[in-house]
């Protein structure tokens, strides 16, 4: 029984010794290089700093400028209408990542259709923080066609 005693505190003693060694390896000093490239405000952040909130009239300006660019001057197809669609969503989708909001996930709705005089309602419905989530919306009209855009921003904590 005192041979068995013996073996637990051998082995509790070099448990402690090993798990003391790993704490003990790395000095404070190699700690806080090891921070040096750590942005420790980011990762503790729960809201977006004023510089950093999503800002709805610069994204609208940059929906207004890609809608003029990829539709103006154009005839409504419905051949090109998917097509024309999928590079507006592109083209705003980097444009407003290229303006640098952090932690924000960007979505962009984009309705194209045909223009017949008629009248028509677009709508969407989001669960999200009125502090840091926002959106913004700009459309397209002429003759032939209309075009509808929404970017919304949605902080992810």
Known sequence: MDNNDDDDEENLERDKNKSSMIFEELSEADFIDNLEGFDRNSEYQIRPTLADKFKSLSVKELIH?????????????????????KTIVTNVKDSVKGLGFKRYKIIVQTILGQNKGSGVK????????????????????????????????????
């Open 122 to 157: 677009i709508g969407a419905r989001c669960l999200w923080d009125a502090d840091t989530d926002n959106f913004a919306s700009d459309s397209f009209l002429n003759d032939t066609m209309f075009c509808c855009v929404t970017v919304f921003g949605i902080y992810c904590y």
């Open 65 to 85: 400028t890609v809608l003029h660019e990829e539709l103006g001057g154009k005839v409504y197809s419905m051949d090109k209408s998917e097509e024309w669609t």
